[in-house]
Nanobody, 121 residues
């Protein structure tokens, strides 16, 4: 089993910054892609940013130029640096990791419990 533990959410004024962290632990043989999703009230969960094991990244258009995703493979941790935050960034942010627990490379997607980000104007 694999656990994802998120931290770093909170309340911030528009224009401010927050940094989210997500550490994966447990039965990890190979950690593939990692990413951040968010879900605002009455909206579908959406991809915010993703990062491949070799470092390639992708972002939602709404956060390009403001958010930066990175990872520390030695620590099995992914980060999301969020700058120039806007009220529309308010949501619960979820960490996602695609993990194989064995050399069979049968990858499974895991989710964190979510961390609230609230941006006020």
């Amino acid at each position: 089993q694999v656990q994802l533990v998120e931290s770093g959410g909170g309340l911030v004024q528009a224009g401010g910054s927050l940094r989210l962290s997500c550490a994966a632990s447990g039965s990890i043989f190979r950690l593939n892609s990692m990413g951040w999703y968010r879900q605002a009230p009455e909206k579908q969960r959406e991809l915010v940013a993703g990062i491949a094991s070799y470092g390639s990244t992708n972002y939602a258009d709404s956060v390009k130029g403001r958010f930066t995703i990175s990872r520390d493979n030695a620590k099995n941790t992914v980060y999301l640096q969020m700058n120039s935050l806007k009220p529309e960034d308010t949501a619960v942010y979820y960490c996602n990791a695609v993990v194989s627990s064995s050399s069979r490379l049968d990858f499974v997607a895991y989710w964190g419990q979510g961390t609230q980000v609230t941006v006020y104007s």
